[in-house]
Every structure is written in structure tokens, then in C-alpha cells.
């Protein structure tokens, strides 16, 4: 695999708490657990890397203890870091509310992982460029950092899709060569509940781009530029912790493009390695590349009957 993965989004710090029901408007819960990890972007990346694409970190990172758990959690996945850390502001966290079910709801502060500087990336024709939408909620078109035009841009507006300048998004939807977002994201940028009809409607709005709408336990719908839209199935699990289940996909769906599979295969890859990793509590859960081949070559995981779902994965 001669690509890489150039991750111009987030890696951020998720502060999980694992709650009975999420507290009414001014209550208070009791979680009946903790954990503190490094999450946001970082899942994408940690996919990617664990299918065999080599990653390169182009996002922020700050000087603080955020920042420590980031740059080690970098260094675990092997993915190299090309900038140097924020010496006034420390990486950004959220805190991630996870249900019984599986479902998860963020609260999300912001730092040094939305960089104010631009980054020549020394990115390749045969290399992958991801940014995220958490980057453009407070940028202007000349912040924007360009990537180099021979690469491939991949975007996941993410769930603040809603809050990113109009200005600003349409410069990206302009230049991205893949849209990924969940159904509930793709709805907000067009209006419309049916992720077939919604990811028809981000075709139209992007120059050239192919669109992916995750539909959760559905799967998928695939809208490859050119061809005709498919809903691509997920095996059946029982979801545990949904956290990073869409960063999982995002991860390995590139991983599997740059790899040669075509998109229709991909989406079934990614499909399967986001199922898989919800069945494990944690936001970085994505399997390695022998381990998801060795769940895949279960017959009852390629017929879709594994076990029942539960949860809903984004």
C-alpha cells in the first residue's frame, strides 16, 4: 500500500461517563463508570493505521496534559505527528454521556487542535487528505488550509455540520473528492430525513464528490458520482458502546479505498469493522486488519446474522 493518510482534522480527549438515562434540563445523574481517553479524530486515525495505512497527523495539538495523552496515544498507533505543539493552549475534550443501549450524546470544548496556522501538507497524487468539520465551525474561506490539488480530499462534516459558515462549507464541497457524514448530519445540511434522497442531494451540491451517508444498524447508503445509489448492509450485533462507531468507519472506508477495493467494497469493509467495534466498550475500538478478516470470515457474520442489535451506531 504505497498511500497515506494525511488526518488535517481532530484528535481530541473524550471523558466518558456511562449513565443509567441522560439527566433531565438541570438534574443530575450518578454514572455508574469513568474513563478518560483519547477520542475524537484519533479513532479515525487508530482505524486507518490498524488496516495498514500509513497516518500522518496535520491536525493541533496543545502543551498540557490533553495534549500528553494525544501525542501518546499518536505514538502507540505509530502515526507521526507534522506539527509542533501549541505552546499557549492545551488539546480539547469532550464529555461523552453513554446510555445503557449503547448511544452516546457529546458535549465538546475546543483548544489547540484547530490550528489558526495553515500546513503545506508534502502529500502525494495517490494520498488521502481528511478534514473535518470541527475545524471549519469558526473558519473563514482564507483559513482554510488547501491541499495539494493532486490528492484526494475525504470530508465528515461532522455533528456541528449544521454550525459551519455556508461560505466555508461550499468552498469544501467544492473541492472533496468523498463526503461521509451519519443520517442524522446529512439531514441537517439538506433537509431531508431519507438518507437515499439526502445523499442524491449532496451529489448535487458538491463539484465532483462521492457521497456516503451511515444509516447506523442499516448500514449504509453508498453514492458512488456517476452510478446509481445502493444501500450497502451491516452485519447484525449487540451494540455495547456506539462511541467512535462512525470514526471507525471513516478510518478503515479509506483504508480500504487506498487499499484498491472499490467503494461498493469499502462500504461493506467499513460497514463491518464500525459493527464490530461497537461491540467493544470505548471509543478507539476498531479491530486490526487480520482480526476484522478473521470476524468476517464468520458465516454467520457475512450472512448478517451475528446476533441482535441493540444500540444505533452514527
Known sequence: MTARLFFAGQAIVDVVLRVPALPERGGDVVASASEVTVGGGFNVMAAAARQGL??????????????????????????????????????????????????RTFATHLGAETPETRLDLPAEPDDIVYVSGYGFVAATPQAISPPPPATRLFLDPGPLAAQIPSEVLEAVLDRCDWLSCNQREASLLTGIADPAEAARLLLARTARASVIVRTGAAGCVLAPRGQRIERVPAPAVTAVDTTGAGDTHAGVFIAALAGGLTPAEAAARANAAAAFSVTRPGPATSPGRAELDAWLSNPGVRAGRAVRRRGAMP
Open 54 to 103: 500509513p497516518v500522518l497527523y496535520a491536525g493541533g495539538h496543545g502543551t498540557g496534559p490533553w495534549g500528553d495523552l494525544v501525542r501518546g496515544a499518536l505514538a502507540a498507533e505509530g502515526i507521526a505527528i507534522l506539527r509542533p505543539p501549541d505552546p499557549d493552549r492545551d488539546t480539547g475534550f469532550d464529555v461523552a454521556l453513554v446510555e445503557p443501549d449503547g448511544e
